[in-house]
């Protein structure tokens, strides 16, 4: 059974960090972009930031530029998101997903992905 499973959520201050963990289990990690969404209460699910199979392509919101990095460890057959300088504006529940492309790149819109985590919480608040 394909399964991606989220974790690393947690409360932060303003100004810190956390690292996200997306571990997949009945698919190959390898064969797919992961993105990493999310989605705060009452407005939309947004893509956060994407690796595209090989590692070699990522791209991530303008607005978490310079702040998150999107690595990938295909012996673990985990994604990882790391986010410093966390703002309170990036409270959110966040999903990874895993999307089989045709392409080598990678998008950050939810409906490109075919199987999604349950997700991890993350607040930010002081």
């Known amino acids: 059974q394909v399964q991606l499973v989220e974790s690393g959520g947690g409360l932060v201050q303003p100004g810190g960090s956390l690292r996200l963990s997306c571990a997949a289990s009945?698919?190959?990690?390898?064969?797919?972009?992961i993105g990493w969404f999310r989605q705060a209460p009452g407005k939309e699910r947004e893509g956060v930031s994407c690796?595209?199979?090989?590692?070699?392509?990522?791209d991530h919101d303008d607005s978490v530029k310079g702040r998150f990095t999107i690595s990938r460890d295909d012996t673990k057959n985990s994604v990882y998101l790391q986010m410093n300088s966390l703002k309170p504006e990036d409270t959110a529940t966040y999903y990874c997903?895993?999307?089989?492309?045709?392409?080598?790149?990678?998008?950050?819109?939810?409906?490109?992905?075919?199987?999604w985590g349950q997700g991890t919480q993350v607040t930010v608040s002081s």
């Open positions: 690796i595209n199979k090989s590692g070699r392509i990522t």
């Open positions: 009945g698919l190959t990690m390898e064969n797919y972009a």
């Open positions: 997903a895993a999307d089989r492309r045709v392409w080598g790149d990678c998008r950050r819109a939810p409906h490109e992905y075919d199987y």
